[in-house]
């Protein structure tokens, strides 16, 4: 969805390097959601927040790092990278009060750690 | 913790023939969201089931959500190649956050 995009789409770091990756919304929802993807292991939850003052860790935050600038901005950070790290990550947003809302992800962003 | 698998993780079918994947969870649901992500794309939503034993349709995609709320499962009649792509279910957990089944593969051959 265009509503939410994320920067950049591909990215081939070295290993120890700082990575950041941003992710935006124009849907005006207060919850997002940074998710993990490799293959076989389905979507994990990495950090998720619900207003610009409110970060919570999610399944696998160690080694990341996030920060809710504005409600429409949540970025990422590798602080050092590594190579199991190498991934497809995925931002999502949620409008929802609960978990009846569906979530809408943004289109992702491959990352390579050599 | 929390689990919630899919099996199968492939499956490969002839175009015209039927697909299910099956989605199992350790403990109940309040509800189960199923998304699709098509090859080289993001994971986008297709439903939502809350009440026990519910069925919905979409066009030839049938979701069912379990009596007990452990289960769900999507069942696409007369696969066609635009069903290619990874189904997931996502359960929530707590209240505050989803948690994706490991996701089946689907496969279709003209």
């Known amino acids: 969805d265009a509503d939410v995009t994320q920067t950049p789409r591909n990215r081939i770091t070295k290993t120890g390097k700082r990575i950041m990756l941003e992710c935006s919304q124009t849907?005006?929802?207060?919850?997002m959601y940074w998710y993990r993807q490799d293959p076989g292991l389905g979507l994990r939850l990495i950090y998720y927040?619900?207003?610009?003052?409110?970060?919570n860790k999610g399944e696998i935050s160690d080694g990341y790092s996030v920060s809710r600038q504005a409600q429409a901005k949540f970025s990422l950070s590798l602080e050092s990278a590594i190579p199991n790290q190498t991934a497809l990550y995925f931002c999502a947003t949620s409008g929802g009060p609960g978990l009846s809302y569906e979530q809408y992800f943004g289109p992702g962003t491959r990352l390579t750690v050599t | 913790g929390q689990q919630v698998m899919q099996i199968p993780q492939y499956q490969h079918v002839q175009e015209g023939e039927d697909f299910t994947t099956y989605c199992n969870s350790s403990t109940t649901l309040s509800n189960i969201q199923w998304y699709k992500q098509r090859p080289g794309g993001h994971p986008v939503f297709l439903i939502q089931?809350?009440?026990?034993?519910e069925v919905k349709k979409q066009k030839r995609l049938t979701f069912q959500f379990g009596e007990a709320k452990k289960n769900s499962s999507l069942h696409i009649t007369a696969t066609q190649t635009t069903d290619v792509g990874t189904y997931f279910c996502a359960g929530p957990k707590n209240t505050d956050k989803l948690i994706f089944g490991t996701g089946t593969r689907l496969q279709v051959f003209p």
């Open positions: 089931l809350v009440k026990s034993g």
């Open positions: 927040s619900f207003d610009v003052k409110d970060i």
């Open positions: 849907k005006g929802h207060d919850r």
